[in-house]
């Protein structure tokens, strides 16, 4: 089995399925392809928010805060989006004719990806993010971290872009 990892911001499109597989067209051995998509961790940005209104009384205006946030219910919505954006995926990658899974995770993207490829004896990482021009000039993006640390070949590739906002995929599952 040839194990291919891809960690991605959004869900993917079958445009970005259909890039994916093209990648692997010659593999002869059986392909599965396992995604991955972080997501925030919602006790993490209420903590930090706390954390942000208590210096803004000596720095600048406080931000906006609600009295009744609930992070129990925004880590529920959080996973909701996260659970919906792999299962996108994962239909899109099965509907190229190969096996596919997936999970979501609020840990540190990278932290997760060196684990899972690690787990699943991954032959190969694939890292699909919006275009990130000053991370990836400074070489703190998703990509460059995971070819310092993982021991297989990481290509990067650029998502494309939704057809639909009921597609599952969509802005702020994580916070990269």
């Known amino acids: 089995m040839y194990d ?3 960690l991605a911001e959004q ?3 079958p445009a970005d399925a259909a890039e994916v597989a093209s990648l692997h067209e010659s593999i002869e051995e059986p392909l599965h392809y396992h995604v991955l998509i972080p997501c925030e961790n919602a006790q993490l940005r209420v903590e930090t928010a706390l954390g ?3 210096a803004s009384e000596v720095l600048a205006a406080p931000p906006v805060v609600s009295d009744h946030l609930d992070a129990k219910q925004a880590q529920e919505e959080i996973n909701k989006h996260a659970d ?3 299962t ?3 239909a899109a ?3 190229t004719g190969h096996a596919a ?3 979501f995770s609020p840990d540190d993207p990278i932290d997760l990806l060196e684990r899972v490829s690690r787990e699943r004896q991954a032959a190969e990482v694939i890292v699909m993010t919006r275009p990130h021009v000053v991370a990836e000039f400074f070489h703190v993006d998703w ?3 995971a070819r310092r640390r993982l021991g297989v070949p990481v290509l990067h590739l650029i998502e494309h872009e939704p057809l639909d906002s009921e597609s599952g995929s969509g802005q702020g599952i994580t916070g990269m």
Do not use: D, F, P, R
């Open 52 to 54: 942000a209104l208590a």
């Open 101 to 103: 899974s997936g999970q």
């Open 88 to 90: 996108v995926s994962t």
């Open 84 to 86: 919906n954006a792999v």
């Open 11 to 13: 869900a993917l499109t």
């Open 143 to 145: 990509t460059s971290k």
């Open 93 to 95: 990658l099965e509907a």
């Open 4 to 6: 291919v990892i891809v």
